[in-house]
C-alpha cells in the first residue's frame, strides 16, 4: 500500500487545517488507519486513529476534541482534521496502514511521506 499524506502548512494559533491521506490500494478499506507525527527532538506519538469501518476511532488524549479522523473508503483517502491548532501541534504528520487496530507505530506496515504542519504563535 502507498500512501500520500498533503495538506500541510502554516498556521496561526487557533487555526485549522485538514490533512489528507491518499492510498494506493483497492484493500485499502481493509486497514486501520492512523495518524502519528513527529516534532524536532521527539520520538513520534499517536495522533489518532479509525478501523476499516469507519466506525470506530480513538484519539490520543493531547487531541481534546480539537481533531477528527475520518476516512472514505470509496476514495481511499482518510481525513485528519484539526481545529483550535496550538504551537506545540507543530511537526511532521503521518499517515499509515495496519492490519491490526493498535495504537503503536510498531503495529502500522505501510507510512506515507509524511506532511509538514507549523502553528505559529
Known amino acids: 500500500v502507498q500512501l500520500q499524506a498533503f495538506g500541510g502548512g502554516l498556521v496561526q494559533t487557533g487555526g485549522s487545517l485538514r490533512l489528507s491521506c491518499a492510498a494506493s490500494d483497492r484493500t485499502f478499506s481493509s486497514y486501520t488507519m492512523g495518524w502519528f507525527r513527529q516534532a524536532p527532538g521527539k520520538e513520534r506519538e499517536f495522533v489518532a486513529r479509525?478501523?476499516?469501518?469507519?466506525?470506530?476511532?480513538y484519539y490520543a488524549d493531547f487531541t481534546k476534541g480539537r481533531f477528527t479522523i475520518s476516512r472514505d473508503n470509496a476514495k481511499n483517502t482518510v481525513y485528519l482534521q484539526m481545529n483550535s491548532l496550538k504551537p506545540e501541534d507543530t511537526a511532521i504528520y503521518y499517515c499509515a496502514a495496519s492490519k491490526s487496530w493498535g495504537v503503536r507505530a510498531t503495529s502500522y506496515d505501510y507510512w506515507g511521506q509524511g506532511t509538514q504542519v507549523t502553528v505559529s504563535s
Open positions: 479509525i478501523l476499516w469501518s469507519g466506525g470506530t476511532t
